[in-house]
């Protein structure tokens, strides 16, 4: 009993401890983000429109969206970004390419940017949390 409590409280402390990063923490650079406009706009931007409000048929990819995607990780919908899109060339752009239009997603939606790029890398998008709200972090004392 003692070896699960000790194993839970190690979990719970590495876990509070700022190892995982959230969309909230500064996960791209503004010069990724304005990469990843241009090729928002020339492989999205029919479909999901030049402000990424989507259409009736289209979802968009501002608003509802965040609270849609809430909860996963980064590599969830970078994933889905790969494997479903664009439109009739589903795959057809490179992993930086996706990491691009995913920075200007966030961006589009306000979550802030930081120094350093979002990584084409899955394991390094699965450790980032799609957060809908910005979560307050308690200072260790």
Same mark, same amino acid.
């Given at each position: 009993m003692r070896k699960i409590i000790l194993g839970l409280a190690v979990s719970l402390v590495? =876990?509070?401890s700022g190892h995982a990063k959230s969309v909230w923490d500064g996960v791209y650079t503004e010069d990724q983000a304005s990469r990843g406009a241009t090729a928002y706009?020339?492989?999205c931007g029919r479909c999901h429109g030049p402000? &990424?409000?989507g259409?009736?048929?289209i979802p968009p990819l501002v608003g509802r969206f965040v609270p849609y995607w809430s909860g996963s990780t980064l590599d969830v919908l970078v994933d889905y970004i790969t494997h479903a899109m664009p439109l009739g060339r589903t795959g057809s752009l490179s992993p930086a390419t996706n990491a691009d239009i995913t920075a200007?997603? &966030?961006k589009s939606n306000g979550f802030? =940017?930081?120094a350093k790029e979002l990584s084409a890398q899955s394991a390094d998008q699965k450790?980032?949390?799609f957060d809908a709200t910005?979560?307050?972090r308690s200072k260790a004392h």
């Open positions: 590495t =876990a509070g706009q020339q492989n402000n &990424l409000g259409t009736f048929e200007f997603i &966030l802030p =940017a930081g450790a980032i949390t910005k979560k307050k």
